[in-house]
């Protein structure tokens, strides 16, 4: 049989109860190696995701750096998002105390250097604002065409979960998302999407979360409750039985992508004032004339992506 090679990946985020989950999911996974994590205001603060990020290694026991990036968008004021996540961020589960810290490296810079050192290898899976990595493109253009892939948590086809436009990751920095999408256009960064109209179709319901649970495990037992303190919001807002575990759709779509449908077309992001900003307007039936810019994921196999969850989660101790 031939042997696996992992795929390099950086982990972009605002942990956050799905981030975390979608750390657990790809260092669970051979088919990925995790280079660092690189943390973002969003959920919460910079220094609470970061903290949070600190938290999740701690719980695993891997070995992975992290670096803490940009604390607030490049235009527009910062939101926040405890209302959904809790003043930690991640509210629920105890939490284990990290006995090592963060680096001093700048998250855009370490995404410089690793794609730099490694042209054509590196795979970016941000799942929240763009922020971190609008400025490593801008302040290092020559590694866009270096960089293998990016996998976006964040937009929507169809409607926002922060705004009747926008999803919270798009409108926390509509301008940095611009300059990614932009870029995707200019340089053929290959560039994918999963919005929400993808991960609403993840429904945690509470059998997909006794799953963990059942896995008698600390990590197993962790997501659980992970997942029951996330169904709150969703179960507010929705009326659902449980929340819409969207980030580990980045990973999990390197590890298993027939679990998705995606369809290319051009998306672009809504920078104006008013009831619209933020929005990613996805030209669906081609009808601006202009070519594709990214891969917007459609359909889900939401069985099949739990069965992977639950499978890699179980892997843990």
């Not at 410089?112 to 929240?128: F, K, M, Q, S």
């Not at 798009?170 to 993808?198: Q, S, W, Y």
């Not at 495990?217 to 819409?244: Q, S």
Request: proline share 8%; glycine share 10%.
């Amino acid at each position: 049989m031939p042997t696996l090679t992992p795929r390099p990946v950086i982990l972009d985020g605002d942990p956050g109860h799905d981030d975390a989950v979608n750390i657990l999911l790809a260092c669970s996974s051979p088919e990925l190696d995790v280079l660092g994590v690189t943390t973002t205001y969003g959920n919460v603060g910079l220094e609470r995701t970061t903290h949070n990020a600190l938290v999740v290694r701690e719980l695993i026991g891997a070995g992975f750096p992290i670096y803490p990036g940009a604390d607030r968008p490049l235009v527009v004021p910062r939101l926040s998002a405890e209302a959904v996540h809790g003043e930690s961020g991640l509210d629920g589960p105890d939490l284990p105390t990290p006995t090592r810290g963060a680096e001093r490296l700048h998250a855009a810079q370490f995404i410089i250097d690793t794609v730099r050192a490694r042209p054509g290898e590196v795979t970016l899976l941000p799942t929240g604002p763009l922020t971190n990595l609008a400025l490593a493109l801008r302040l290092a253009p020559d590694i866009a065409p270096k960089i293998r892939e990016v996998v976006w948590m964040g937009g929507s086809l169809d409607t926002g979960n922060w705004t009747p436009s926008a999803e919270f990751n798009a409108l926390c920095d509509p301008h940095a998302a611009r300059i990614v999408f932009e870029c995707a256009a200019e340089t053929g960064l290959k560039l994918t999407m999963f919005g929400l109209n993808a991960t609403h179709q993840a429904i945690a319901d509470p059998a997909r979360v006794a799953a963990f649970r059942q896995l008698g495990t600390r990590v197993g037992e962790f997501t659980a409750v992970l997942l029951e303190f996330f169904a709150g919001h969703h179960r507010e807002r929705y009326g659902w039985e449980g929340g819409a575990l969207h980030d580990p759709m980045t990973a999990a779509y390197l590890i298993a992508p027939a679990l998705f449908g995606v369809k290319a077309m051009r998306v672009d992001i809504d920078t104006t004032e008013g009831p619209s900003a933020g929005r990613t307007v996805c030209d669906v039936w081609k009808v601006t004339g202009q070519p594709p810019n990214a891969d917007v994921a459609l359909t889900v196999d939401a069985d099949g992506f739990f069965a992977l969850l639950v499978e890699r989660i179980g892997r843990y101790a």
